[in-house]
């Protein structure tokens, strides 16, 4: 199963997930702290989902946003979105195609791939691409699961392709390549009785595993049921499970591309 098939064959398995892990607040807050939208008018979202961070983007700072999103549900999950939140004005453009088909009819101050760059692999070309969304002071972030998130653990025995990348891998590889950039974590946390119950893994963590490993829970053999408790187990702080994620940021003010 290629990347995009994974999104469309498990929409609602991926909304659920989403939604455990509260990213709309903690993602949001991250993103500002790190102060990524300052100076910014325009934020372009390369594989946004249902959008739904971007959507808050826009409602809360009015910053101007463009998205790019293949999938047909999850683009029609966004245009709701916006609708609902009275943001249509801020929406700038919305692409329902694949990053490699777009072409950028302008600029962004900001770009952003939040668990997206999963479809783009280590693919200097389409970096290339990403870098040159940017306005001439603008920045790139990448977000994908570390590889000691419980994410990562799991989708190691993926049967979807694709779903492997880490942001360690990325980061390291864009170095090598010359891509300099800096290098940090958001934690996306859930409370450990999401997942976790006494000698085994609650309804949302089989959902968990069954997404990353995109292989029905029935289906999974019992090494796979097991593998899965472990890499959900090894996540686990305190009475949290730490979905960390490594965060790529190309900040062309900083630091140039290379060629
Ligand atoms: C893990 S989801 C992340 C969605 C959203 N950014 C979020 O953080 O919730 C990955 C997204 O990448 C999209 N995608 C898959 N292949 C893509 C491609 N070739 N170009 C752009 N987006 C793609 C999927 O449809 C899906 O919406």
């Known amino acids: 199963m290629e990347y995009a098939e994974y999104f469309q064959e498990f929409p609602d398995a991926y909304a ?34 249902s959008g739904d961070v971007e959507v808050r983007i826009a409602k809360q700072t009015g910053r101007q946003i463009a998205v790019v999103e293949p ?31 777009f072409q950028p009819p302008r600029q962004y101050d900001v770009a952003l791939s939040l668990f997206s760059w999963f479809a783009f692999d280590l693919d200097r070309a389409l970096l290339l691409k990403a870098l040159a969304c940017r306005a001439p002071e ?67 963590g089989k959902d968990l595993a069954s997404f990353l490993a995109a292989t029905p829970w029935d289906e999974m053999s019992d090494e796979l049921r097991e593998a899965s408790l472990e890499a959900i187990q090894a996540g686990r702080r305190g009475d949290q499970i730490d979905h960390a994620s490594g965060c790529l940021l190309f900040d062309a003010g900083k630091h140039a591309a290379a060629e």
């Not at 009275?86 to 329902?96: K, N, P, T």
């Open 138 to 204: 603008g920045k790139l972030l990448i977000c994908l699961p570390t590889e000691d998130c419980p994410a990562s653990r799991i989708s190691a025995f993926s049967r979807s392709g694709g779903i492997n990348l880490t942001s360690d891998r990325l980061s390291h590889w864009a170095r090598r390549e010359g891509f300099d950039h800096d290098y940090d974590i958001y934690h996306g946390v859930v409370p450990v009785g999401l997942y976790l119950q006494e000698g085994g893994l609650t309804e949302q």
């Open 71 to 101: 999938s047909q549900v999850y683009f029609d999950q966004f245009m709701q979105n916006v609708a609902e939140a009275g943001v249509q004005d801020l929406l700038i453009e919305a692409h329902r195609q694949s990053f490699q088909d």
């Open 16 to 49: 659920k997930i989403v939604a455990g892990l509260d990213r709309v607040n903690t993602l949001y807050a991250y993103l500002i702290d790190r102060g990524l939208l300052d100076h910014a008018e325009s934020v372009l979202s390369i594989g946004a989902g």
